[in-house]
């Protein structure tokens, strides 16, 4: 049982270029999020799922796209990676109980230059 | 907007004694409310949580009290032991989006002097 699993660990990416957060998970919860957390702040919701097929925006979506196509998988994609993008993203699993905790990734490290 | 809020970057505690980390929230639909405990190079990992309807939940030597009229929540350690240093996030969510969409406050950096 991995829980929850994120690949790559770290990645330098240069301005402009594009890539793709893998996220899977095997503990077949319903709900799935992406997060990311820059230097001395909290971690800014970018993108949930509540479902197969059902994406939406969080806090800060700009320069991400998500999809969600199985229950157990829920990549992140860059499109023209920006200096700003650089940070840690984790990505998380939850149930559909209500009130409950969110299980997180081992996270990636993305920079930017 | 920042809806939850620790206003203390960081804490320093000698072993044996209490840690008391804070948090603030904005938001009255917030109603539940939780900790989470980071170390460096991993994600967070869950700790505590209490729901609205309670002003205090306890499990071994941590304990969550929350202060509804005062929009505050704190979690309190004791005793507080080195393998407790770590990064401390606060997260709130609300009912109606039925999403489970966490919050999170900027963290406190607690460190355990031996």
């Known amino acids: 049982n991995a829980g929850v699993t994120q690949t790559p660990k770290f990645r330098i990416l240069k301005i402009g270029q594009s890539m793709t957060l893998q996220c899977a998970q095997d503990m077949n919860h319903n709900y799935m999020y992406w997060y990311r957390q820059d230097p001395g702040m909290g971690l800014k919701l970018i993108y949930y799922s509540v479902g197969a097929g059902i994406t939406d925006k969080g806090e800060v979506p700009n320069g991400y796209n998500v999809s969600r196509s199985t229950t157990e998988d829920f990549p992140l994609r860059l499109e023209l990676a920006a200096p700003s993008q650089t940070s840690v993203y984790f990505c998380a699993t939850g149930t559909t109980s209500g009130n409950t905790e969110a299980f997180f990734g081992q996270g990636t490290r993305l920079t930017v230059v | 907007d920042q809806q939850v809020k620790q206003n203390s970057p960081s804490l320093s505690v000698q072993e044996g004694r209490i840690s008391i980390l804070n948090c603030d929230y904005t938001?009255?639909?917030?109603?539940?409310f939780l900790w989470y405990k980071k170390y460096p190079a991993e994600g967070p990992t869950f700790l505590i949580s209490?729901?609205?309807?309670?002003d205090k939940n306890e499990d071994g030597r941590f304990t969550v009290f929350l202060n509804k009229s005062a929009k505050h929540l704190s979690l309190h350690i004791v005793p507080s032991q080195p393998g407790d240093s770590a990064v401390y996030f606060c997260?709130?969510?609300?009912?109606?989006?039925?999403?489970?969409?966490?919050?999170f406050g900027t963290g406190t950096l607690l460190a355990v002097q031996p």
């Open positions: 209490i729901s609205s309807i309670k």
């Open positions: 997260a709130a969510s609300a009912k109606g989006g039925a999403t489970n969409k966490l919050i």
């Open positions: 938001n009255s639909m917030f109603d539940y």
